[in-house]
């Protein structure tokens, strides 16, 4: 298996266009949106703002990037408070028992299915 060894700078810029490219993306499935509508059902009116296919997919746009300013930021934390980073924070997470290791994914999706539901709210 071939394994990219990155210095910091050079990871730091590979995430960062990782991340615009998934923002780029986002932005441009924005214009479909209409057309998608379209090939299911073929009877739908034009998409105005009040229409809520729309406003779930503003809502999916703006918790992507929530998500993805959240891991930045807590990438950011972890560096300025000289905690160990993230990969060292997973090996250790391998150690724990197999229930620690559920509760914590239960715990986790939990959350984010609450962001997700908050994301939505906060659009509609």
Do not use: H
Request: glycine content about 6%; some cysteine.
């Amino acid at each position: 298996m071939n394994v990219l060894n990155l210095g910091s700078s050079q990871r730091i810029i590979y995430e960062s266009i990782k991340i615009a490219a998934l923002l780029i993306i986002m932005v441009l499935l924005w214009p479909f949106a209409q057309q998608m509508v379209f090939s299911f059902d073929e009877t739908a009116g034009y998409i105005d703002p009040g229409n809520m296919v729309l406003l779930v997919l503003m809502s999916l746009i703006t918790f992507v990037v929530i998500v993805v300013l959240s891991g930045w930021i807590l990438k950011r934390f972890l560096a300025a408070q000289n905690l160990p980073g993230v990969g060292i924070m997973v090996l250790q997470f391998k150690k724990l028992e197999l229930w620690q290791q559920l509760g914590f994914y239960w715990a986790s999706f939990a959350l984010l299915l609450l962001a997700a539901a908050m994301s939505v709210m906060a659009i509609c």
